[in-house]
């Protein structure tokens, strides 16, 4: 297991003095790349409070903050949990003051930490091959995820969740979705003494309710057309469609976020009208309703998510060369471009954000992703899961850029649970949640997307994972 480097020892610097890491209060002394005029100033607080003393610089590196109004800086001042400046290496050093600690971080390349947004690594972490809720939390470290949404849990995980968050042992973000039903099984609205995003602690709140409309299956989705393979049958269903309104509208008059697994286009007609229903003409900015996998979506569909504002959250690991036949014997060649429609979302304005579901993903997918931002990142941007995997033509036509991926699992991540006024991007008087990488996403081949690896993952200010491959960078055991 990874040793988690206390708050005090990483902010003291005392374990990054020990392993020899370059710690200076002064410039390096070699020639630097000028830095571009949205770095040249410190980014206040937000509050308009005096900026306190950091007890940390992180210096040495190119910072991608992901804030639109300061899109790249040179060096991060950390007080405690939150971010107290962002700018160039003068200016931040000028304001954290003469006490500060300064970490170089020797040219590695900083971004806002991951956000999961559909995942189950702590509920089915024996499906991933983890022994225990511990183990489960440090693998997602390493990958450089910092927050997580867990889409079903129930009683019984919540209580492991806040027992190990009491404890201090939940070293991760988490929030938490609440399932109503799973398949045909309904367990009714059991959450009644909860609130609607009630935070439990920093590391643990309520992210919604999670409904399954229908199956998670290809073969088995919902479609408004018979599957092809399977003359007269058009999938399974969970709901009546009037059944669901009314459910929809009880949980959205009582404040809730859903989350609604939908898969085929019946599906989405009938999720898509129950919306429309529990909404009555307002704004959804005020709920966040989603719909979670959208994996076959038509033309007409995507623009009623525009309209309605409904949130699409998908998988950047699916839909690849090896779900090929099982897509294409269920719908046959015809309805194939309605098949993991990332890039269509994305340009039609659809609100989005992006996921793994690990440890679950889509049938012959399972031994081709490792749940890891940049795995995820490199599937997106090239819909193969490998070098020399050729995708599909409507495979490789739903291909999304590098910045597209990396806004989906930062900001978007944030912002779909209503926390982009504490984390998502690396802006001053947010949470210092950051990954730190050995490149720059954006300036890699595509196909070495995959290679880009975490130096480290801190929460809060904490170093929750080091690598053991990045040196003097990462402190020793004592």
């Known amino acids: 297991m990874v040793r988690s480097i206390s708050r005090r020892e990483f902010l003291g610097g005392a374990a990054l003095v020990a392993a020899g890491t370059a710690i200076e209060a002064c410039l390096p002394a070699g020639p630097r790349s000028q830095p571009t005029p949205s770095v ?51 200016d931040v050093l000028a304001a954290a003051g003469p006490s500060a600690t300064i970490v170089d971080l020797a040219g590695g390349v900083v971004l806002p930490g991951f956000n999961d947004a559909h995942c189950h690594r702590i509920g089915d972490r024996d499906v991933g091959g983890f022994d225990s809720i511990e183990a489960a939390i440090d693998d997602a470290l390493a ?47 059991w959450f009644g003494d909860y609130r609607p995003h009630q935070e439990f602690s920093p590391m643990l709140r309520v992210g919604g309710v999670k409904v399954f409309a229908d199956s998670a299956w290809t073969n088995k989705m919902y479609m408004t057309e018979p599957h092809v393979d399977q003359p007269g049958y058009r999938g ?8 669901l309104t009314r459910l929809y509208r ?24 129950a919306y429309q229903a529990a909404l009555a003409g307002a704004d959804n900015a005020q709920h966040r309703h989603r ?52 890039r269509d979302l994305l340009a039609a304005g659809v609100p989005a954000v992006a996921s793994t579901d690990y440890p679950w993903v889509d049938l012959a997918e399972r031994d081709n992703t490792s749940g890891y931002p940049m795995k995820a990142l490199s599937i997106a941007t090239t819909r193969s899961v490998g070098k020399g995997d050729v995708p599909k033509a409507w495979q490789a036509a739903q291909t999304i ?78």
Request: aromatic share 6%.
């Open 401 to 478: 850029t590098v910045d597209q991926g990396l806004e989906l699992m930062t900001r978007a991540g944030a912002w779909s649970t209503f926390e982009e006024d504490r984390k998502g991007s690396i802006t001053a008087g947010k949470l210092a949640d950051l990954v730190v990488l050995d490149a720059d996403p954006r300036r890699v081949a595509l196909d070495d997307l995959a290679d880009v690896k975490v130096r480290m993952t801190l929460v809060g200010g904490n170093i929750e994972y080091c690598s053991p491959d990045a040196g003097t960078l990462c402190p020793t055991d004592r």
């Open 236 to 243: 399974e269903v969970y709901w009546a469609p009037d059944e």
């Open 143 to 189: 990958g450089g995820w910092t927050s997580i949404s867990e889409l079903f849990v129930n009683q019984g995980r919540l209580d492991e969740l806040r027992a190990l968050d009491q404890s201090s042992g939940l070293r991760i973000r988490v929030n938490c979705f609440f399932p109503v039903n799973y398949e045909f099984q309904q367990f009714g609205i």
């Open 40 to 90: 040249g100033s410190v980014s206040p607080d937000p509050s308009g409070t005096v900026i306190p003393a950091a007890a940390t610089v992180l210096r040495g590196a190119r910072v991608l903050t992901m804030d639109p109004h300061r899109p790249e800086a040179e060096a991060i001042a950390i007080a405690g949990e939150a971010i107290t400046a962002v700018g160039s290496e003068a």
């Open 250 to 273: 009880t949980l959205h008059d009582d404040g809730w976020s859903l989350a609604t697994h939908t898969c085929g286009d019946a599906a989405h007609d009938m999720v898509l009208d």
């Open 291 to 342: 719909i979670d996998h959208l994996m076959a979506v038509r033309d007409d569909q995507v623009q009623r998510m525009v309209d309605l504002g409904i949130l699409a959250s998908f998988q950047l690991t699916w839909f690849t060369s090896g779900t090929t036949p099982d897509v294409e014997g269920t719908l046959g060649k015809e309805r194939l471009p309605w098949v993991g429609r990332w």
